[in-house]
């Protein structure tokens, strides 16, 4: 079973500049999370899909992120426009029906985004 | 924010020794899971322990949760270098209707060989 993709592996703009993050899920997975890990600290969730549905995006800062997962498979994060804090890795993760405390989430290996 | 908090923050032992790692938290929660990160990698998971569970064990790894306590703590036996690593435990809460997971900030494990 092929793992959790996520393009590209890293990425350094300038701040204030645009960028997208791309991941592909677990085949069959319903559920998609995009989670942001600040350097030595663990992951926060951004923003929760089921199916193509946002189910929790209450993390999200949505005055410059947005995040889309159409068809109910794929997804983009964008960053419009960056700030300096946004430096840090960008991990994508699925699970089969979402009921995220019972069930393994399966995380891909991240985008380390580094705003100058 | 976070849920959890990770003890200690780092922890280097020598292999063949025992590593234990503790997790505290503030709310309730409906389950609890460990993963492991390695440097520059994603998170595998380790281990689910539920709400209603007081140990479990998986080959080398044994999780106790006290949910009276608020805390659960995660014991590698007879660790080998290939166990160094981050770990970070997550809680499952629900909240505003949906189930989440909330992860501390992690334990830094080094193994010496």
């Known amino acids: 079973e092929a793992g959790v993709a996520q393009s590209p592996r890293y990425k350094i703009i300038e701040k204030r500049q645009s960028v997208a993050f791309w991941c592909n899920p677990i085949?069959?997975?319903?559920?998609l999370y995009w989670y942001q890990q600040i350097l030595g600290q663990g992951p926060k969730l951004l923003i929760q899909f089921q199916n193509n549905g946002v189910v929790d995006d209450s993390q999200l800062p949505k005055d410059r992120f947005s995040a889309e997962r159409l068809k109910g498979v794929d997804s983009t994060l964008k960053i419009q426009p960056a700030k300096l804090e946004d430096s840090a890795v960008y991990l994508c993760?699925?699970?089969?029906?979402?009921?995220?405390?019972?069930?393994?989430?399966?995380f891909g290996p991240g985008t380390r985004l580094l705003v100058l | 924010s976070q849920q959890g908090e990770e003890d200690p923050q780092a922890l280097s032992i020598q292999e063949g020794e025992n590593a234990t790692m503790n997790c505290s938290y503030k709310?309730?929660?409906?389950?609890l899971q460990w993963y492991r990160q390695n440097s520059g990698r994603g998170l595998v998971h380790l281990i689910l322990?539920?709400?209603?569970?007081r140990e479990k064990h998986s080959g080398r790894l044994r999780v106790t949760l006290d949910t009276s306590k608020k805390s659960s703590s995660l014991l590698i036996t007879a660790s080998r270098a290939a166990d160094t690593a981050s770990y970070f435990c997550?809680?499952?809460?629900?909240?505003?209707?949906?189930?989440?997971?909330?992860f501390g900030k992690g334990t830094k494990l080094t193994v010496n060989p």
């Open positions: 085949s069959g997975h319903a559920t």
């Open positions: 322990i539920r709400s209603n569970e």
């Open positions: 993760a699925s699970s089969r029906a979402g009921r995220g405390g019972l069930e393994t989430q399966y």
């Open positions: 997550a809680t499952d809460r629900t909240q505003g209707g949906s189930e989440k997971l909330v």
């Open positions: 709310t309730s929660i409906n389950n």
